[in-house]
């Protein structure tokens, strides 16, 4: 059963405005996603900007909003086959638990300037 969706899409151009400034990257995302896109420049910059959106459609999809639990609780990395999946730690994994949720389904996208993400939670 699906318990919550959330969408949200992001201006590139303000992850570059935050990458300018000293800790603030640091501050909204977990160290793997930073050792995974820092890396590759402006490609980076695109996927750090569709991984923000996805955070923010997860408190969406929660219904809760961002409330409760630090942005850093939440990685999205991709698996072997380049599948974004969510990893959520602390107080965003027990938000999940108190809606129900067992599963949860991400989709991103990015263009130069645009990046979006869509989640969908699902219950038993």
Do not use: C
């Amino acid at each position: 059963m699906i318990l919550g969706i959330g969408i949200d899409v992001v201006h590139v151009y303000r992850l570059k405005r935050w990458e300018k400034i000293p800790g603030l990257l640091q501050r909204f995302f977990h160290d793997d996603e930073l050792r995974v896109a820092l890396p590759k420049g402006e490609g980076g910059i695109l996927s750090l900007a569709a991984r923000f959106a996805a955070k923010e459609a997860f408190g969406k999809a929660l219904g809760t909003g961002l409330h409760g639990f630090s942005l850093k609780e939440i990685a999205v990395m991709n698996d072997e086959l380049g599948k974004p999946q969510l990893h959520l730690y602390g107080q965003a994994q027990e938000s999940l638990e108190q809606l129900g949720g067992t599963r949860v389904f991400i989709s991103l996208s990015h263009e130069r300037d645009n990046a979006l993400a869509m989640v969908v939670i699902e219950g038993d």
